[in-house]
């Protein structure tokens, strides 16, 4: 079945810098990756996503990528603010004859200081 | 508010109790799910429900009984925990159980089993 790795399990980053966090997906017939982020306490929401037809997409300071060849996307926040901080969970489509389903990595704790 | 309610917030209950989770929708939907999230792991699928009928049980015990009487309503219920089984259980919804479908997470239960 889809099994989903996230990179770094946590990350601490200065105000105004980047922040990247990796995924790798092991099916290669997952078509949709999305990216949540839950805050303290909070109910995951999803921040971004991308399709696989797609290489890359942009919202604002957000960008992901998504390389299918080597099956792995990534998340990409430039010039960071304390209210970034949060865990983020990517995660890849699992299609089965009846649905599909969403498996996500582990998430990654992203603590901005300012 | 994103639409989907959880109740109760917190539960705590003893290994031979028995109790429900409750879910529900106002977005429309017609797919729902049901997370288990432990500490410094990912988000589990337990399972997904399309249409009421049940699309996906990820090897979940038996212990944990799921029942969908119509596409805004959800349930989990409970019987004879673990104290392992202590997590916070995330329900979501999603316009249909298919690839493209952001994910709409309600506030969670927090359960203790003691």
């Known amino acids: 079945g889809e099994n989903v790795e996230q990179h770094p399990s946590t990350l601490s980053v200065q105000e105004g810098d980047s922040a990247v966090i990796k995924c790798t997906y092991s099916?290669?017939?997952?078509?949709?990756f999305p990216w949540y982020k839950q805050e303290l306490g909070k109910r995951p929401q999803l921040i971004i996503d991308?399709?696989?037809?797609?290489g890359e997409k942009k919202d604002q300071r957000i960008a992901v990528t998504l390389n299918k060849t080597a099956k792995h996307f990534s998340l990409h926040i430039t010039e960071t603010q304390p209210e970034d901080s949060a865990v983020y969970f990517c995660?890849?489509?699992?299609?089965?004859?009846?649905?599909?389903?969403?498996?996500f990595g582990k998430g990654t704790t992203l603590s901005v200081s300012s | 508010e994103t639409g989907v309610t959880q109740t109760p917030r917190h539960l705590v209950m003893g290994m031979t109790n028995k109790k429900s989770l409750k879910c529900e929708q106002h977005?429309?939907?017609?797919?729902m799910y049901w997370y288990k999230q432990s500490a410094k792991k990912p988000l589990e699928l337990m399972f997904v429900?399309?249409?009421?009928?049940?699309?996906e049980n990820n090897s979940v015990p038996s212990r944990f009984s799921p029942e969908c009487p119509n596409s805004s309503h959800l349930f989990l219920h409970l019987h004879t925990l673990q104290p392992e089984d202590s997590a916070l259980y995330l329900c979501?919804?999603?316009?249909?159980?298919?690839?493209?479908?952001?994910?709409?997470f309600g506030p969670g239960t927090r359960l203790t089993v003691l």
């Open positions: 995660a890849a489509s699992r299609a089965n004859q009846a649905g599909t389903a969403l498996i």
């Open positions: 429900y399309n249409f009421k009928e049940q699309t």
């Open positions: 099916d290669s017939a997952s078509n949709y």
């Open positions: 991308i399709r696989s037809n797609v």
């Open positions: 979501a919804s999603s316009p249909f159980a298919a690839s493209y479908n952001e994910q709409f």
């Open positions: 977005l429309g939907h017609n797919a």
